[in-house]
C-alpha cells in the first residue's frame, strides 16, 4: 500500500526564522512556500532526495498545529507515506480498525489528496496518507 515516504513534518513558529537552519547551515534549499487554508497552516517544502521536509506554520491560533506548539513547542509533527490512492487505502485501513481523522480524502498542499491517521492509532505518530494527482507540484 505504501510507495515511499512523501515528506516529514516539522511544526514551527515561524518558517521564514525555521527554514535559516535548514538552508544556510544544511544547505537545503526551498521548493515553494504553500497556504493551506483548509488546515490553517502555512507550509515550505525542503526536497532531499526523494523525500521533503515540510516546515508547518500556523495561521490561526485554532489550527491543529498551533494547539500541537502550545502543547510541545516546535519539532516533529508527523511523517506522510505517499500511496496511489488515498481512498483506498483510508477504507482498508479502517476496515482494520484503525482511527482515523479523515473519514474521506480532503485537499493538501501541492495539489495532493491527503488524509490523516490519528495518533492514537498509531504509537503516537501522527500518520499522513498523500496521492498525488495529475495537477501535482
Ligand atoms: N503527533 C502526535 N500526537 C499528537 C499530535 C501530533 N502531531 N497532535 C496531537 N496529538 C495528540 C495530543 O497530544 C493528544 O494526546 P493526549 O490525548 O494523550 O493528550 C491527542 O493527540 C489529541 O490532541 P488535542 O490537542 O486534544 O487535539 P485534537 O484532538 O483537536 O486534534 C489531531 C488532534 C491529531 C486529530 C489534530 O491535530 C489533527 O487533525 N491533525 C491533522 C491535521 C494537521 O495536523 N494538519 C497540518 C498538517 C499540514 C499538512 O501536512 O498538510
New binding site residues.
Partial sequence: MLKKISHI?IAVHDIEEAARFYTQQLGLTIGGIEE?AD?K?K?AFLPIGEVRI?L?QPTSPDS??A??LE?NGPGF??I?YQVEDVAAALEGLKAKEVKT?DQTPRR??HQTL?A?L???SSG???T?LVQETDGHK
Fill in positions: 513534518g493551506v488546515q497552516v507550509v515540510e508547518i491543529a498545529v494547539k500541537f502543547k509533527h508527523h506522510a481523522v493538501g498542499a491527503i490523516f490519528h495518533p492514537k503516537g505518530v501522527l499522513e
